[in-house]
């Protein structure tokens, strides 16, 4: 069995409370549903728009600390009728600024998960 290497994106479950911020508008409440070292995704009928600028607030299992983190919205996924086999409404981001220590706590994350499931074929 190989060691699964941690720096590469492996995008995995994450379900956390978070705290968005968008520059300008009111700070609104979602949920982190997955996450990797390079962005993950929110769950949200907030209305966001692709190129959307973010903050985002969280904390990563095992830490009490909260983490933040500067994102970009890169792609929506609205609400849907019969969201049965989808995500539920949100939006993809891509972190922009992570400093050290979030990314070590989302790789402690990644890392986790990995040991558990070492057979994940996520890109």
Sequence with gaps: ?????????????FVRACLVIRGGGEPFRALIV?????????????????????????????????????????WVNPKQEHAVHSLPAGFGFRFLGLDALTR????????EYLSRFPESDEP
Excluded: C, H, W
């Excluded at 009928?45 to 600028?53: A, L, R, V, Y």
């Excluded at 990563?60 to 970009?72: F, Q, Y």
């Design 1 to 13: 069995m190989t060691k699964p290497r941690v720096g590469r994106p492996f995008r995995v479950p």
């Design 104 to 111: 070590r706590r989302i790789e402690g994350v990644v890392r």
């Design 34 to 74: 997955n996450m990797s070292v390079l962005g993950g995704y929110v769950a949200s009928d907030e209305p966001s728009k692709i190129g959307q600028t973010l903050r985002l607030r969280f904390t990563v299992p095992g830490n009490v600390l909260e983490s933040e983190a500067i994102g970009a919205v890169v």
